[in-house]
């Protein structure tokens, strides 16, 4: 049983020795040497082993000890590429007796074959020398043609190769040192978005950034040095310079445009440290998932039926608005265009949700989730119902609500309310075009001799509001002239 899960599991089992019983009424025993193999971070790995081998022992109901356990990286030696390819029927070396002309055409094939690739073989092979290049390049491959004769190795940009190192780089190491730049740049975007919101108080304000600007800059620079073994220090302080001004000038993009200047540069560095971290959390959590492979086309697929399937759930901005006039969404005619956009925005409150899964990425990074999953997974769902519900609540619902009851006292105090979402308040006068008794009217008795505050019509049904009944009047427009006014508090004509 023990084989087969551990064959299940994608682990290698390497090897098995068989322990006699040392008494007849003991029973024999095993002495396995496993390779485990899981994703996430190496804090922990060691005792994330043993317990992903405890936990196959208490779900097989197997007596089985772990006696030793021991970290293994795989990373494979960064040997270099070489690539294949057909040289020239004239060496480098010969002088070509037709002539000054072809000595030049055959030095420029020559480079260019060397150089630029034009004769390549179309085979690339790593190697440590030209030797063992050269070998793996005459090798003939299942289904492929053997190679000409007299194949030549090249390194790429026909790069000298000099004597192999004591010891190969590794491959995958680069990468995980190049990843280290993040820091330098959370720290410039952290000193362009202070420069920003402290420029205009002066020059003592913002200068205390240019010190950790400078030592990004620097470490930026010293990472790409110790990242990319033999890259000239010229390229390293244009690449680590590049990085920190990237970075400064996103931080320095966040304040300038930010909708409400009125926030501080607190509130604009959480933000970015928050949704950096919560977009890290999400990325290790759906890798570590077993369904990673579906994400990039479901994910597309659910997002299209978001925005229509708000409106349908009652969720709309609109709506809330309107319920400080006691009205319904389907009293006022709202714009597609404008519905769309209010449920992006509520679609966006939701995104806090995102918080929880994050949170789970996290765990399983650090791999806090192998024995006590359903201590992660209790934790992720309350925070799930809270995040979503403060996001939705806090964010959307709460806003709108406050800017409906905004307008109500906006229009007792006799001023215009603003714009929200496709619904456009106006003072307007309504003139029957008939007699007053024949004008239907749905809400209340009108008076053509006061001003009303329009918010709009749909289905050929005015919605006017009524200051002094606080009430909202329906009135077929075929019954109705409405006047636009400039002061509510004078008399209609």
Request: positive net charge; aromatic residues 8%.
């Amino acid at each position: 049983m023990f084989e087969a899960e551990v064959q299940a599991r994608d682990w290698r089992l390497l090897k098995r020795v068989e322990i006699p019983a040392t008494l007849p009424a003991n029973e024999k025993s095993c002495r396995y040497t496993v390779e485990v193999r899981f994703p996430g971070s190496a804090f922990r790995a060691t005792r994330a082993a043993r317990e992903h081998l405890e936990v196959v022992s208490d779900r097989l109901l197997l007596d089985l000890v772990v006696e030793v356990v021991q970290g293994v990286e795989r990373d494979p030696a960064d040997l270099p590429v070489w690539h294949a390819y057909r040289p020239p029927s004239v060496a480098a070396g010969e002088v070509a007796s037709t002539g000054a002309w072809a000595c030049l055409r055959q030095r420029a094939l020559i480079w260019a074959t060397c150089t630029l690739g034009t004769r390549d073989t179309g085979r690339q092979v790593r190697a440590g020398s030209e030797g063992e290049a050269l070998a793996l390049s005459a090798r003939v491959l299942p289904g492929t043609s053997e190679p000409p004769e007299g194949v030549a190795v090249r390194r790429q940009g026909n790069a000298r190769s000099g004597p192999p190192p004591a010891v190969w780089p590794r491959r995958r190491e680069p990468m995980r040192r190049i990843a280290m730049l993040r820091f330098p740049g959370l720290v410039s975007l952290v000193c362009g978005a202070w420069i920003a919101a402290l420029w205009n108080a002066g020059t003592r304000y913002w200068l205390p950034a240019v010190p950790f600007f400078l030592a990004a800059v620097v470490a930026a620079v010293l990472i790409w040095r110790w990242s990319l073994h033999g890259l000239q220090i010229t390229n390293a302080l244009i690449f680590g310079a590049g990085v920190s001004v990237v970075a400064a000038c996103f931080g320095v993009f966040a304040v300038v445009t930010a909708p409400d200047r009125s926030v501080g540069l607190g509130v604009v560095v959480i933000g970015m440290a928050l949704g950096y971290l919560v977009a890290t959390g999400v990325w290790l959590w759906v890798r570590q998932s077993s369904w990673a492979r579906a994400v990039p086309w479901l994910l597309p697929a659910v997002l299209a039926f978001v925005p229509g399937l708000l409106p349908g759930l009652g969720l709309s901005l609109p709506a809330f608005y309107l319920d400080a006039f006691s009205l319904d969404l389907e009293d006022v005619e709202v714009p597609a265009a404008m519905k769309l956009v209010a449920a992006l925005k509520l679609l966006s409150t939701t995104l806090i949700w995102l918080i929880a899964p994050a949170m789970l990425g996290y765990l399983r990074h650090t791999h806090h989730m192998i024995t006590s999953r359903w201590l992660g997974y209790s934790t992720a769902a309350f925070l799930s119902v809270y995040a979503l519900l403060a996001g939705v609540a806090g964010l959307a619902i709460q806003p709108a609500v406050a800017a409906g009851r905004g307008a109500v006292a906006a229009a007792a105090a006799g001023r215009t309310p603003g714009s929200y979402y496709g619904i456009h308040p106006e003072w307007v006068c309504a003139l029957p075009v008939k007699d007053l008794a024949a004008v239907p009217t749905d809400g209340g008795l009108l008076d053509p001799a006061r001003p009303y505050l329009s918010l709009g019509d749909a289905g050929g049904v005015a919605v006017l509001w009524d200051v002094r009944g606080k009430a909202a009047l329906k009135i077929p427009l075929s019954a109705l002239r409405l006047v636009p006014v400039a002061d509510p508090r004078q008399a209609c004509p």
